[in-house]
Structure formats: C-alpha cells, structure tokens
C-alpha cells in the first residue's frame, strides 16, 4: 500500500475507534471534528429509526444503548438507510434491557417497517395467477413475498404496542399476554400495514415465507388448529397483495 | 453534456418541506434531493417521479465515496442506475471525498484524501466506474476538510482538474466549502479558483456553517448547512460567477431546517447576483 493509502486506511481507523492513539499526521481537532460526525450520524439514525424503542427506553436510555451498539457495529454501506438492522439482536445480548423481554421484537418490527417503506416494487400476485394453475399441483407450489413484505412471528403483542405509541395514538390498554404475529406489507399508496395473524395462520404464513411448500405450511398450521382455514388465509395474502410470485416446487 | 439543469437558482429539498411543495408546487428553478433517500421504491421513489414532473431535478449523492481508495460498492452504484432509470434527473452529484476501505467498513461522512498522482490513478478508475455504471457524466463536490494529509503532490483544485481532463466528469463547486477550507486549512482561493476548468463547473453549491471551538483553544468551522449563508460567501460566490459565469445554484439546508419561504428568500438574493451577469 502506498503512504496515502496508509494514511487514508488510519484515518478511517481513527475515526471508528476512538480508543485508537492518533497518529502525528491527524489533527486532534480535525479527528474530533470527524469522530465525532461518525457516532453522532449513526445515533441520530438509530434515533429515528427506531421510535417505538426510543420512546419505550426514554431518551437517555436509548442513546447510551445507541452509543454502545455504535461502538461494536461497523457501517458496512454508504447508504445509511442499511445501517442499524442488527439491534434488535444486540438488544436480545444487551443485559441492561433484561427486563424488557419484549424490545428485541419490538425492534425487528421497527426495522421491517422500515425496509419495507424503502423496499423495490413488484407486481403483486393476482388470484387469476393461481387459478390458472392445475390444483393436482397447487401442494408443491411456493410463494415469493413482495420486498416490502415480511411475516414476523412473536409472543408479544406487537401491533398494540405499536398503536399504543402512534402520535394520535388513543392509548388503548395493551394486554401483554396476548401474542400478535403479524404481516406486515404495503398498501396502493406506499404505506406499510400491520395485520395481526390468528396464531395457525401466522405459522402458515411464516412457513410459506419461509420457503416451506403450500402442503407443508398447510400440515404445519393444521397441527395447531384442525379448524385452520386454508382459503380464508390464502385470500387474505392476495388481497392485500403481500405476495409477488408462484412456482411450483420440483 | 454535463447537466441539464437551468442556470438560475434552485433549493435542497428536503422531508420537512416535501408535502408542501407536493401540494402547491411552487415556483422553485430546480431541486435537489439525496439520492440514497430514494433507494429502491415504494412511496419515496414515487414523490421523485412526482416532483420530477414540476420540477428540473439534481440528484446529489452522500454515499459512493468516489475518493475512497477502494472501488465504489457495487450494490450502491446498481441502486442509483436503478434510479437513475425509474426516474428522468438533469444533474448527478456525489463528493470528492472517501468513505470506505477495500474491506467493506464504512464512515458514513465525507473524508479528506490525499491528493497524490496514485491516488489520482485510483480515484479516476472510481469515477469513471461510477460514469460507466450510470452511463452519464457526474459532478465531484469539492470537499469542506478538517484536516489534509501532509505531504499532496497538488491542490484539490487540481486534483479535480486531473480528474475532468481523465475522465470527462463536471464539478460541483460548492462555494461554502471552499470558504471553510479557506479559513480551517488556509486555502489559497484566488489559486484555487484558477486551476479549475471553467467549462467543467457544471453546478454550484451556497450554505451556512457553524464554528466549532476546542479544548485547546482552536476554532474551527464545521460545514452543517444549519444556517443562512454568510455575507463573506455571498463575496466568494460574486467571484466566482465573475470568473465562471452564471451556473446553476442551490441554496443547501440540511439541519435546523427553516420555513421554505427562507430558503426561497435565499434562492432569491442568488438569482439576483446571477441576473446582474445576464445580458
């Protein structure tokens, strides 16, 4: 490497470590000047991604957590948008949120939330698609998932408390022993919506979005409720045009 | 041609001000907006195709780091191609700066580099990737710097000149920087303003800093778009349209971002100095 590109490697170094000893060639003010925009920028972003967090932890709380998940998580893009979707599992690791079982979920809905916004179009898969598909075979088809769509599966009651901290939010009593798997996806004008699955249907869902066949997530959904019903959960994955894609599986 | 934009006075638009201008569209000579904001679709990739049917529009890029001495990444240079062709852009800006090492690790910011010839043999390869990618010339932003490396063969100015006559790229001048570098790293501006193509500058850039003082006495100014421009860069920006001619100027706010009509208010006294060079 040449000595520019020495220099230019340290610097970045020095800018994401700030334990790093600064080399005679940096500036002390100059590196503080650049450090500091580095974690500022990335606790700002975590700030306004992660709202629902924000708001549940207080301000204080979240930026000493934003600090610390900062410190051991590099920037892998240029986008800023990609930064942050680790948290959620940092804050599974992270002993001081223990007594908040229910943040770590809380966090991968902020993050699919967010992804989703920002996600490609694609056409969505039309129910003419699939009627025109032999039924002998409809057990060995797959289905790919619009980009902005996504099936998460928890035991927590997600879409209350996602509700409970929207700005015109009524407050309604959130009931935490109720579980809310919920799809997520966007809707005709680019809003992402969350409906909550009963719970056989958040296993098909998350089965078929898992890859799993429509036999296989039948089967599965089926052992947990013998009254699943298939149809009614199919239509509403169409309707509101979650999925994108249909093969049938070799 | 380097841009398409008009030679009159344009504003960085940004989330606090998108649903007004939506609604009332108003007289605005061009916009620019941050490419990666825009990445890949749904509602925000829909708004820019709206606003690209009032408005003249500058894609202005935070991310590829064209100055890193890595290759640009090459999931970001696809999304922006992507964008690039979902949506109709007069002007496409990223900075000469760097962002990122040939091991994927990143400072979402926009680093001074050396200005050595290897370095130049790098940094055009970038640039013309990046040409090569988007198929259509880019506009390099010149830098606001908190530090340099010590030993450059040349000066920015040059250095970007190196890079227009290598790989047919425009520049971004923005007039702000160069005044922060004229007071943080004693930039020679009138030499400045010199070296670089006159036929090259294919936009301009105003904004207001903020000075930031140290523990160990030292002042510097920070390049945070927080405030109106300074008279002492209105100066600088007289100068070079005297020098360079009318060309395209945004008015660039980025925090503590204030009513619209005070970015108008600020487009306007540009338009004013660039109508008093217009026959």
Redo the contacts between chains.
Sequence with gaps: ?????Q???A??DA??DPQWQPDP??????????RN??RV??ME?LAQLYPICRQLLGEEFFTALAREFVRVT????????R?GGELAGFIAGFAPCAGLPYLPDVARLEWALHR??????AAPLAAANLAAIDPASWGRLRFGFQ??ACVLASNWPLAAIHAWHQPDSARQPVDMQQPQPLLLY?DS???MQLTVLEYAAAAFCHALYQGSTLEQATTAALALDSGFDLQATLLLLLRCGALATVEEAS | MLTSLPACAGIGLRHPHYRQVLQHTPPLGWIELHS??F????????MLQTLAAHYPLSLHG????PG??ARP?R??LA?LR?LLDAVPVAAVSEHLA????AG??????L????Y?Q??LLQVAANVAEIQDAIGRPLLLENLS???H???NDMSEAEFLAELVARTGCGILLDVNNLYVNQQNLSVDVAAFLAALPADAIGEIHLAGYST?Q?D?G?T?L?DTHSQPVYPAVWALYRQVLARFGPRPTLIEWDSDIPPLDTLQAEAASAEAMLQELRP
Excluded at chain 1, 74 to 81: Q, T
């Design positions: 490497m040449t000595a520019a590109g220099w230019q490697q610097l970045l800018i994401r060639d940096f500036p002390a003010a100059g590196l503080a000047v650049y925009n580095y920028g990335l972003w590099p920037s892998r893009s240029g986008n800023l948008h930064y989703g916004y920002y996600a490609a179009d980009p902005a966007r004008v680019g809003d | 990666e904001n990445f890949d679709g749904g509602q925000p990739l829909a935070v991310g590829l780091g890193s001495a990444q999931s970001h999304a992507r760097g962002n990122h090492d994927g690790h990143f400072a979402n910011d680093l001074p580099l050396p050595t290897a370095t710097a908190y530090l490396y010590p030993h930031r140290f160990d030292s510097l920070v």
